[in-house]
């Protein structure tokens, strides 16, 4: 919103072709000074934390505490602990409390409100109802301190003339404020409030930007990419938006696709409306961008302010651009207004609705049905409105990541599984998209690999990512940084070679285990035959450092310590052996897939994983297959077994709970791994879909 920003190159975003009023940042009338967010590459940011600490002085600059209160969930859980109760006495209750929608925490009031088994629970068992009076009582107070996850606090003077100050409890040298950031902000001492975030998707371009110079000899100038690109609006519009900045999941995608974005600021309104309150307006938005005669505005007046927006009210600064020249409202006004709105208080609502009316009426000469249409559609988003700098530095993220992977998709996709690596359920996902892009990801290689997701060519020139050494499970930096330096000096030409010139004591049994297990060392033999000599290989490896430098004495020791490996014969590994290997060591099957044998069934009609949880309704009846990844096995009140699996197909997973008498019936076939369909009620758990079973088979 600041033009001089702009002019000297704090910020690139237009403001003039934005049309962002620089009054909502800051003008005379407002009292207290704004907050300042800044983005930055997530690991980088404790750097930018000690860059401050030096500029503004150690004293002057602290971290802001924050107090963990008591939510609903965490109060019934602390409550049943402190009164003796089981651990499943607090479980059940919270596991039927909901999570809060954004912006309004849940409360346990609020969730017996809303969740009838709740309710019944409270009144027919006697703890339950026990735990839920005491937990009622505690609630909201405060429980801990902790770091805020982004504020930062700079004073002109020693910190501790406005404010207590004291270390991080859990130790890590930071000074964090002893005031939350209400009482250190604008609210309370005044002193200016600073949020760095750590944003993941700027570690993920700056890798890419990376390896377009290092693969491509071409230094990519992010901030001057043209933002008119077809190839990135056409991805788009086909919904490819996976691993793209706040356009991915099934809600904003299929919007998208309706949508067929075409330039910035559809983009830019995205990023607005899909939250709880504006997503109401997508469907009026998008059809108004493909018909402008549907195009209307409440007064022809507004058409100025709400032009690039198809006459739609998508920001907090449309609405204080109305209230300053329909209404009469100073911006110090309008600026309050924005804050009565973000906080929704019902009398501060009233009373500014009364201002807002009688302005736009008597002042702005709008009609008593026009201002209250107006009215209307403000209620409609009131707490949910976007700040429109904030949409289109969001927005021009989310286009510059949607650029790099439709214009160089290999080298983003390998920016985007390092920076996934150590979550195996988002590498999978990644790796799933890869395929999709038909972009091949390959097992770790003990000739190719580096310790992170990296890009190889094969003999015909196509790029392929490959696995990194690190991303082996049991696999440290150690050792792996140890082979990448010795296959300087030539790729391993065999598995004596390879034993001969490891030379680290971090080659052990759990490191070449894993090593053989995740496929690894496939080029130089193969995985049954090496882990059944599994000692005799590193006993080869003792032998070969053991002899190392008596070369002079003995002759070319190479010779005679190769000759020395004689491996024991053996059955290869089976496929399924191999898979759960790589499951276990990368997260995801790499050699082929467990449900490859039903493939044909998995894929037939509407039994997707991914088409149940984008359609189904609450106890709709569904079949869905797949595998069992993950298994629950729990005891009801009457100590009964219940279990909740997770069950995964070609396309996405689901959760599933199953009650005694199903486990009972299907025990045999209900295990880990398994591969089965199941037929199954929908229903809601934690704001997600979710499946009751009631039949089982094997597939």
């Given at each position: 919103?600041?033009?001089?920003?702009?002019?000297?190159?704090?910020?690139?975003?237009?403001?003039?072709?934005l049309?962002?009023?620089?009054?909502?940042?800051?003008?005379?009338?407002?009292?207290?000074?704004?907050?300042?967010?800044?983005?930055f590459?997530?690991?980088?940011?404790?750097?930018?934390?000690?860059?401050?600490?030096?500029?503004?002085?150690?004293?002057?600059?602290?971290?802001?505490?924050?107090?963990?209160?008591?939510?609903?969930?965490?109060a019934?859980?602390?409550?049943?602990?402190?009164?003796?109760?089981?651990?499943?006495?607090?479980?059940?209750?919270?596991?039927?409390?909901?999570?809060g929608?954004?912006?309004?925490?849940?409360?346990?009031?609020?969730?017996?409100?809303?969740?009838?088994?709740?309710?019944?629970?409270?009144?027919?068992?006697?703890?339950?109802?026990?735990i839920?009076?005491?937990?009622?009582?505690?609630?909201?107070?405060?429980?801990?301190?902790?770091?805020?996850?982004?504020?930062?606090?700079?004073?002109?003077?020693?910190?501790?003339?406005?404010t207590?100050?004291?270390?991080?409890?859990?130790?890590?040298?930071?000074l964090?404020?002893?005031?939350?950031?209400?009482?250190?902000?604008?609210?309370?001492?005044?002193?200016?409030?600073?949020?760095?975030?750590?944003?993941?998707?700027?570690?993920?371009?700056?890798?890419?930007?990376?390896?377009?110079?290092?693969?491509?000899?071409?230094?990519?100038?992010?901030?001057?990419?043209?933002?008119?690109?077809?190839?990135?609006?056409?991805?788009?519009?086909?919904?490819?938006?996976?691993?793209?900045?706040?356009?991915?999941?099934?809600?904003?995608?299929?919007?998208?696709?309706?949508?067929?974005?075409?330039?910035?600021?559809?983009i830019?309104?995205?990023?607005?409306?899909?939250?709880?309150?504006?997503?109401?307006?997508?469907?009026?938005?998008?059809?108004?961008?493909?018909?402008?005669?549907?195009?209307?505005?409440?007064?022809?007046?507004?058409?100025?302010i709400?032009?690039?927006?198809f006459?739609?009210?998508?920001?907090?600064?449309?609405?204080?651009?109305?209230?300053?020249h329909?209404?009469?409202?100073?911006?110090?006004?309008?600026?309050?207004?924005?804050?009565?709105?973000?906080?929704?208080?019902?009398?501060?609502m009233r009373?500014?609705?009364?201002?807002?009316?009688?302005?736009?009426?008597?002042?702005?000469?709008?009609?008593?049905?026009?201002?209250?249409?107006?009215?209307?559609?403000?209620?409609?988003?009131?707490?949910?409105?976007?700040?429109?700098?904030?949409?289109a530095?969001?927005?021009?993220?989310?286009?510059?990541?949607?650029?790099?992977?439709?214009?160089?998709?290999?080298?983003?996709?390998t920016?985007?599984?390092?920076?996934?690596?150590?979550?195996?359920?988002?590498?999978?996902?990644?790796?799933?998209?890869?395929?999709?892009?038909?972009?091949?990801?390959?097992?770790p290689?003990?000739?190719?690999?580096?310790?992170?997701?990296?890009?190889?060519?094969?003999?015909?020139?196509?790029?392929?990512?490959?696995?990194?050494?690190?991303?082996?499970?049991?696999?440290?930096?150690?050792?792996?940084?140890?082979?990448?330096?010795?296959?300087?000096?030539?790729?391993?030409?065999?598995?004596?070679?390879?034993?001969?010139?490891?030379?680290?004591?971090n080659?052990?049994?759990?490191?070449?285990?894993?090593l053989?297990?995740?496929?690894?060392?496939?080029?130089?033999?193969?995985?049954?035959?090496?882990?059944?000599?599994?000692?005799?290989?590193?006993?080869?490896n003792?032998e070969?450092?053991?002899?190392?430098?008596?070369?002079?004495?003995?002759?070319?020791?190479?010779?005679?310590?190769?000759?020395?490996?004689?491996?024991?014969?053996?059955?290869?590994?089976?496929?399924?052996?191999?898979?759960?290997?790589?499951?276990?060591?990368?997260?995801?099957?790499?050699?082929?897939?467990?449900?490859?044998?039903?493939?044909?069934?998995?894929?037939?009609?509407?039994?997707?994983?991914?088409?149940?949880?984008?359609?189904?309704?609450?106890?709709q009846?569904?079949?869905?297959?797949g595998i069992?990844?993950?298994?629950?096995?729990?005891?009801t009140?009457?100590?009964?077994?219940?279990?909740?699996?997770?069950?995964?197909?070609?396309?996405?997973?689901?959760?599933?709970?199953?009650?005694?008498?199903?486990?009972?019936?299907?025990?045999?076939?209900?295990?880990?791994?398994?591969?089965?369909?199941?037929?199954?009620?929908?229903?809601?758990?934690?704001?997600?879909?979710?499946?009751?079973?009631?039949?089982?088979?094997?597939l």
């Amino acid at each position: 919103g600041s033009l001089v920003s702009y002019l000297i190159g704090i910020t690139i975003v237009d403001p003039i072709e934005l049309g962002l009023p620089f009054e909502r940042f800051l003008n005379p009338g407002r009292p207290s000074a704004p907050d300042i967010d800044m983005d930055f590459a997530d690991d980088r940011r404790d750097e930018l934390i000690t860059y401050v600490r030096n500029k503004y002085g150690k004293d002057n600059v602290a971290q802001i505490g924050t107090f963990g209160t008591m939510m609903a969930r965490g109060a019934v859980r602390d409550t049943a602990r402190a009164l003796g109760f089981s651990y499943n006495a607090g479980d059940r209750i919270a596991k039927l409390i909901p999570m809060g929608a954004q912006g309004f925490p849940m409360t346990i009031d609020r969730a017996m409100g809303e969740v009838p088994e709740l309710k019944q629970l409270y009144k027919e068992d006697r703890d339950s109802r026990e735990i839920i009076d005491m937990a009622k009582k505690i609630e909201g107070c405060a429980r801990h301190i902790g770091v805020h996850a982004a504020g930062v606090v700079i004073s002109p003077h020693n910190l501790m003339e406005d404010t207590p100050i004291q270390w991080d409890p859990k130790g890590e040298g930071k000074l964090i404020t002893q005031f939350d950031m209400h009482s250190v902000g604008e609210d309370g001492v005044g002193l200016l409030k600073f949020d760095f975030l750590g944003l993941k998707n700027l570690t993920i371009m700056g890798n890419t930007l990376k390896l377009i110079k290092k693969l491509r000899g071409k230094e990519l100038e992010i901030d001057t990419i043209k933002l008119d690109d077809k190839k990135t609006y056409d991805m788009l519009a086909r919904g490819e938006t996976a691993a793209t900045f706040q356009l991915n999941g099934d809600g904003m995608t299929r919007f998208l696709k309706e949508l067929k974005p075409t330039n910035i600021f559809d983009i830019n309104a995205m990023v607005a409306l899909y939250r709880p309150g504006p997503m109401a307006f997508i469907p009026d938005y998008i059809e108004r961008k493909h018909n402008p005669e549907k195009v209307r505005y409440i007064d022809n007046r507004f058409k100025d302010i709400l032009e690039q927006t198809f006459g739609i009210l998508i920001y907090q600064d449309d609405i204080m651009l109305i209230a300053v020249h329909f209404a009469g409202y100073s911006w110090g006004d309008a600026d309050k207004f924005r804050k009565a709105m973000g906080k929704k208080i019902p009398e501060v609502m009233r009373a500014q609705k009364e201002k807002f009316s009688k302005g736009c009426m008597e002042i702005g000469g709008l009609s008593e049905k026009q201002t209250q249409d107006l009215w209307d559609s403000i209620e409609t988003f009131a707490a949910y409105g976007f700040n429109k700098a904030h949409a289109a530095s969001y927005g021009r993220i989310a286009y510059l990541t949607s650029y790099l992977k439709a214009n160089y998709p290999v080298l983003y996709m390998t920016a985007v599984l390092t920076s996934e690596s150590g979550d195996t359920d988002k590498v999978a996902e990644m790796v799933t998209e890869c395929k999709r892009m038909n972009i091949d990801v390959l097992p770790p290689s003990i000739n190719e690999s580096f310790s992170d997701f990296t890009v190889v060519e094969d003999e015909q020139g196509q790029e392929h990512i490959r696995f990194g050494l690190t991303t082996i499970k049991n696999f440290g930096k150690g050792i792996s940084e140890a082979i990448i330096e010795e296959r300087k000096n030539g790729k391993f030409a065999s598995l004596t070679d390879f034993l001969e010139r490891v030379k680290d004591r971090n080659l052990n049994k759990k490191s070449l285990e894993s090593l053989i297990k995740s496929g690894a060392m496939d080029e130089l033999g193969e995985r049954g035959e090496m882990l059944h000599n599994l000692d005799l290989l590193l006993a080869h490896n003792k032998e070969a450092q053991a002899n190392e430098g008596q070369h002079s004495l003995f002759g070319d020791m190479a010779n005679a310590v190769g000759a020395g490996l004689n491996l024991k014969k053996t059955d290869e590994a089976t496929l399924e052996e191999k898979l759960s290997w790589e499951k276990e060591l990368l997260g995801l099957y790499i050699s082929g897939h467990p449900l490859d044998r039903v493939r044909e069934k998995l894929e037939n009609g509407n039994t997707k994983i991914t088409h149940v949880k984008e359609t189904g309704t609450t106890d709709q009846t569904v079949i869905v297959g797949g595998i069992i990844e993950e298994m629950k096995e729990l005891h009801t009140k009457k100590g009964d077994k219940m279990a909740f699996i997770k069950i995964r197909d070609l396309t996405d997973s689901i959760e599933c709970v199953v009650f005694p008498s199903i486990l009972e019936t299907y025990k045999e076939i209900l295990v880990p791994e398994a591969v089965i369909a199941v037929k199954a009620d929908v229903s809601i758990r934690n704001g997600e879909k979710s499946l009751k079973i009631n039949k089982v088979k094997t597939l």
